[in-house]
């Protein structure tokens, strides 16, 4: 992906947040989500104003350093921020259903069924005391009126499709006798084996080796391109993101600070936080000896929320201007169609906009 | 498999002996004379040579312990000076009245610690768990004996809705036939309701005070397990499928619970075999721990040796027991990864 020309749909965060009612019906629709974590020393904020559309088959990429509130946002998709975080605000709609505030009944019948998850520890994400078979059996039977034979035929079949030999005698094994990039194709089997229209992958390969990592990564865009789901891929990694996505929400201290096609972001990128995660990605080609190229300062405390731009004081442009000092950048479209908060974002028409 | 159980074997057998000596020469070596304890005040110092000739004291400490040991190999566990009768004898009569207090305390210690963890978790308000970390600390904290002697002032004398210190059985009831010993089974096997009746309503005080410590224990134990189980994520992970609270904390928190109160539960099973000294003295019960005190104080070695070999090849024992069923338990340990 090469070309800057976006021609796959690019998530709009449009400023009045309403729907683009030229497209089909989004399957996922975030608006304004806040999430915060209540802890001894404050409120951390770590999701602040999140807004997206996903549609079916598109491949979205939410980038961003560690602690920019990835994971947590990929947790209030689910409903499953762990206490003592909880959503505060906003709304996000699966297939057109509210998930904000439904209790532990309602928000069960989605977890699994709309939106399916893949965890980014696979090592830790299976019951080490239930066979691999009892595991998928409870899971394809929680949505599905099936039969235990009947489900663990399924699961089987689903073992088989993300290349498990031998699946249906492997299902009576135990978790520890599988590798972690087993495991991982496990956990997507059964993340899928109830098709939901989303699957959030969060991390899904930080936690294994290089050599399993492409092999896993090439299984999820393979499931997800024949059955349509649309995807939510979480990663820092952002070779990641140009091999598998179509587009990229590039995540800073809670919020989107641009939303693009992933062709628009890597020919130019638009924000200047884009642009230096950029620059720390290393070109084994053309790397020198030397210190490895890194974004100087570390990302902000989420437990304040300073007027202006959370990134000024890290950002080349950003730390000497008044302005990113004191006034919150609000979303807007550069020429290339993608939209940042940034006051003195680079845009390909001109230096900075 | 065959040499780490052959292993096991091998520390076990090593811990028994090493318990052997170290009981055996402390009993020798802690001040005051048995035969002078056992002849009385009023004795001659010839009757009390004679008496210390009789019970081998006079020999060195290794011929001693070669003479325990060897009697005891054929069976022969000593005499007990102060009752009279062979150790052996002794053990024969108290041992099932204590196995029978100790199984149901630790029943008791069990099921309350699970239930009341279980329900301290699983609740979504915080009073539970601060009511049953407050249980647990003050049964924790408070001493058996004390706790008996207020139980027996509170539910026998002033309500009368529990049995006086009278022992296993109301005066005048008849034991059950002999089979195990315990009074409550034996009752039962004879088909004897009414025994069964008096030997349990008897068992029941005492065995919820020994279960007090057992339990404060075990609940802590349970509930931090099972929180830190919660964090967990395959917890997570099988919410992300769609399972509700209820059937996620069933099959996927609360057994990795079980599996840890396992070792710690039959620990403290050995322990209470051992006999609960003052508990035991308080409700009059005849078992092994009322025994043991009353032969401290009589300086009664045979029987205080016994009983505290006894505590050292039941701990042994139940230890060897618990890690063989963990292993069983545990797919981690049972199936071997490929």
Redesign the interface.
């Known amino acids: 992906m090469q070309s800057n020309a976006p021609s796959l749909p690019v998530p709009r965060l449009t400023v009045d947040g309403g729907p683009d009612p030229e497209r089909n019906d989004p399957v996922l629709s975030v608006r304004g989500l806040r999430t915060d974590f209540e802890t001894a020393v404050g409120t951390v904020h770590a999701v602040r104003d999140v807004s997206f559309d996903l549609r079916k088959g598109q491949r979205l990429a939410i980038v961003g350093e560690s602690g920019s509130g990835k994971s947590a946002m990929a947790m209030s998709l689910?409903g499953?921020v762990?206490p003592p975080g909880r959503v505060v605000g906003g709304s996000v709609r699966l297939n057109g259903k509210e998930i904000v505030g439904l209790d532990?009944?309602g928000i069960?019948?989605?977890?699994?069924?709309d939106i399916?998850?893949v965890?980014q520890?696979p090592m830790?994400?299976?019951?080490?005391?239930?066979?691999i078979g009892s595991?998928f059996v409870?899971?394809i039977r929680?949505?599905q009126d099936v039969s235990v034979k009947a489900a663990r035929k399924m699961a089987a079949d689903l073992l088989g499709e993300v290349g498990v030999n031998d699946a249906a005698r492997r299902l009576s094994?135990?978790p520890?006798?599988y590798s972690g990039g087993m495991r991982q194709r496990v956990?997507i089997a059964?993340?899928i084996?109830?098709d939901p229209s989303v699957v959030v992958a969060d991390e899904p390969t930080t936690a294994l080796d290089v050599t399993t990592q492409a092999q896993v990564l090439d299984l999820l865009a393979k499931i997800c391109d024949e059955r349509g789901n649309a995807l939510v891929m979480i990663t820092h990694n952002l070779g990641i993101v140009e091999e598998l996505c179509d587009s990229v929400n590039v995540m800073y201290a809670g919020r989107f600070v641009e939303c693009t096609s992933t062709g628009a972001l890597f020919a130019s990128p638009g924000h200047p936080y884009s642009k230096a995660l950029l620059d720390c990605v290393i070109d084994p080609a053309t790397a020198r000896r030397g210190a490895l190229p890194a974004i100087p300062g570390s990302p902000p405390d989420l437990s304040v929320d300073e007027p202006g731009c959370p990134f000024a004081p890290r950002c080349p442009i950003g730390r000497d201007q008044e302005r990113c000092a004191v006034e919150r950048p609000q979303p807007r479209t550069l020429s290339n169609g993608a939209v940042v908060r940034c006051h003195f974002a680079y845009d390909p028409q001109g230096e900075t906009a | 498999m065959t040499s780490t159980v052959l292993k096991r074997l091998g520390v076990a057998l090593a811990t028994i002996f090493g318990a052997s000596i170290f009981t055996f020469v402390l009993l020798r070596k802690v001040p005051g004379d048995p035969a002078r304890a056992i002849a009385g005040d009023t004795a001659t110092e010839e009757t009390i040579a004679a008496l210390r000739k009789s019970m081998g004291l006079d020999d060195n400490l290794f011929v001693q312990y070669g003479n325990y040991m060897g009697s005891l190999l054929r069976g022969d566990f000593g005499f007990s000076y102060s009752t009279g009768n062979s150790v052996g004898t002794l053990l024969g009569q108290r041992l099932p009245a204590t196995l029978e207090l100790g199984l149901l305390s630790v029943i008791i210690a069990i099921v309350a610690a699970v239930l009341a963890a279980s329900f301290a978790v699983y609740s979504r308000r915080r009073w539970p768990d601060q009511a049953v970390r407050f249980a647990s600390s003050l049964a924790m904290g408070s001493p058996p004996f004390w706790i008996a002697l207020l139980a027996l002032m509170v539910f026998s004398i002033q309500l009368g809705i529990f049995p006086g210190p009278e022992g296993r059985l109301s005066p005048g009831m008849l034991k059950p036939p002999n089979v195990t010993g315990m009074f409550t089974v034996d009752s039962l096997l004879a088909g004897r309701w009414g025994t069964f009746a008096n030997a349990a309503w008897h068992l029941l005080l005492p065995a919820t005070i020994v279960a007090l410590g057992p339990f404060a224990f075990l609940s802590r134990l349970y509930r931090n397990q099972l929180r830190g189980t919660l964090?967990?994520?395959?917890v997570?992970?099988?919410?992300?499928?769609?399972?509700?609270?209820f059937?996620v904390y069933n099959?996927?928190v609360a057994?990795?619970g079980l599996?840890s109160l396992l070792p710690a539960a039959s620990l403290l099973f050995a322990d209470l075999l051992a006999g609960s000294l003052l508990v035991e003295k308080v409700f009059g019960w005849p078992g092994i721990g009322s025994m043991t005190a009353d032969a401290i104080i009589q300086k009664d070695f045979a029987v205080v040796q016994a009983v505290l070999l006894l505590a050292a090849v039941l701990y042994v024992v139940v230890s060897l027991l618990a890690d063989i069923l963990m292993t069983a338990a545990?797919?981690?340990t049972r199936?071997g990864?490929?």
Do not use: C
């Not at chain 1, 069960?108 to 069924?113: A, D, E, F, I, Y």
């Not at chain 1, 830790?124 to 066979?131: G, M």
């Open positions: 689910m499953l762990p532990d009944a069960s019948k989605v977890r699994g069924k399916g998850l965890f520890d830790a994400a299976l019951d080490p005391l239930k066979t595991q409870e899971t929680v949505h094994d135990y520890h006798q956990l059964m993340a084996a109830n | 964090r967990e994520t395959f997570a992970v099988s919410q992300s499928h769609g399972l509700r609270r059937p099959r996927h057994p990795h599996l545990d797919p981690r199936v990864a490929r």
